[in-house]
Structure formats: structure tokens, C-alpha cells
T-cell receptor, first 115, second 114 residues
Framework: DTEVTQTPKHLVMGMTNKKSLKCEQH?????MYWYKQKAKKPPELMFV???????INESVPSRFSPECPNSSLLNLHLHALQPEDSALYLC??????????????FGPGTRLTVT | EDQVTQSPEALRLQEGESSSLNCSYT??????LFWYRQDPGKGPEFLFT???AGEEKEKERLKATLTKKESFLHITAPKPEDSATYLC???????????????FGGGTRVLVKP
């Protein structure tokens, strides 16, 4: 099973709202990722968690706050977003982020619209 | 800085008309090159990993190849269900002990007409 699940599928929020995106995987993967994807563009890496610790932050604004409560769950907390933050937010996971190369498996994404 | 360029940006094919997609890369030591398929509004679906020049992998009508500077995704006798955006991504030599960063190309949008 190579399934990564994400909730919700769609989210509309105002600029003053606080919301969270959730991601879950049960493949025993120890690396998890958040990506942002705009229309007709490739995914852009936002954050990487390795063994539940934040290992890469691609200079993402503080209005995006990631959290990894355990090895299976990844959250992205959203606060005071701007309309330009509207995009497809993708979660991905991969095996042990050690010396071996492992493919990343993506979830279906959350379509976020900021009004 | 790692760079990945895909061409063409868009490709229109008739059903059964074979073609190839190109992914050229400039990285500081390639560790792996990945091909993904993405349908509109969905997450990318993993297709292949290639590790070294000369390697080839096949899956149904798709065949991926790798040289020292580029990778090709060959689509043989495509069907309408092969219509999607195909993404190429590379993972370069690990600098940090933790974290796996992929650098994506811009993608090739493929439309196969019946």
C-alpha cells in the first residue's frame, strides 16, 4: 500500500481565519514533506520532516506552520494567509531518509482558496 | 544550483503515435532521477527511479532512459488515458545528514487524442 491521505480535499478560508491541513501515511515512512503547487507549475518544496524533526524549511513565511505529531501524521497550520497563497497543497512521504535513495509518494492534495 | 529543464512544454499526439519527452539536468552529483505522472487537480503518481547512466526502466507503454546529462520518457503507442502532465525530478548529492530534496522540472503536458 503506497497511500498518503490528505484532508480536507478543498478548503476556502478568509485572510483572518486559522485552519489546518492534515496528512497521514501508514507505510512506515520516516520522511514527510509539504509542497505548494500553483496551476501549470511544478510542486515547490516547503518543508521536510525527517524522523519527526524539521530538517528543511525553504524560507516559508511564518503564516505557514508545520507540525509532525508522530511518524504517521503531518499537519500544516495556516494563519493570516494572503490570496496569493491559494494553491494545491501536497503532502508526500518517503522511506528512511538515510544514505539510500527513495521515491516520494504524494497524497491527492488539498485545494486551498484564500478569499 | 541544481536545474532541471523539460521539453517540450506541451505535446499533442494522436492515439498510437509514439513520442519522447526530454528532461535535461545540471546537478552537483546525481543521486537519483524520478519520473512522475500528474493528472489535473491530483497529486503526482510515482513512475520510475533511475540511478545511473545507461539505466532503463519500463512500465506498460512507458520507458525511461538516463544519460549523464538527460533522461527520456518514451511513450509507445499512446492511448487517451496516457494524457497527463509528466514531471521529472532529480535528487542531488546529499549535503545535509537529513532530508531529501527533489528539484522538479516544469513538466510536459501530454494530450493524446483518439
Amino acid at each position: 500500500d503506497t497511500e498518503v491521505t490528505q484532508t480536507p480535499k478543498h478548503l476556502v478560508m478568509g485572510m483572518t481565519n486559522k485552519k489546518s491541513l492534515k496528512c497521514e501515511q501508514h507505510m512506515g515512512h520516516r520522511a514527510m514533506y509539504w509542497y505548494k503547487q500553483k496551476a501549470k507549475k511544478p510542486p515547490e518544496l516547503m518543508f521536510v520532516y525527517s524522523y519527526e524533526k524539521l530538517s528543511i524549511n525553504e524560507s516559508v513565511p511564518s503564516r505557514f506552520s508545520p507540525e509532525c505529531p508522530n511518524s504517521s501524521l503531518l499537519n500544516l497550520h495556516l494563519h493570516a494567509l494572503q490570496p496569493e497563497d491559494s494553491a494545491l497543497y501536497l503532502c508526500a512521504s518517503s522511506q528512511d531518509p538515510g544514505l539510500e535513495i527513495h521515491e516520494q509518494y504524494f497524497g491527492p492534495g488539498t485545494r486551498l482558496t484564500v478569499t | 544550483e541544481d536545474q532541471v529543464t523539460q521539453s517540450p512544454e506541451a505535446l499533442r499526439l494522436q492515439e498510437g503515435e509514439s513520442s519522447s519527452l526530454n528532461c535535461s539536468y545540471t546537478v552537483s552529483g546525481l543521486r537519483g532521477l524520478f519520473w512522475y505522472r500528474q493528472d489535473p487537480g491530483k497529486g503526482p503518481e510515482f513512475l520510475f527511479t533511475l540511478y545511473s547512466a545507461g539505466e532503463e526502466k519500463e512500465k506498460e507503454r512507458l520507458k525511461a532512459t538516463l544519460t549523464k546529462k538527460e533522461s527520456f520518457l518514451h511513450i509507445t503507442a499512446p492511448k487517451p488515458e496516457d494524457s497527463a502532465t509528466y514531471l521529472c525530478a532529480v535528487q542531488a548529492t546529499k549535503i545535509k545528514a537529513a532530508g531529501n530534496k527533489l528539484t522538479f522540472g516544469g513538466g510536459t503536458r501530454v494530450l493524446v487524442k483518439p
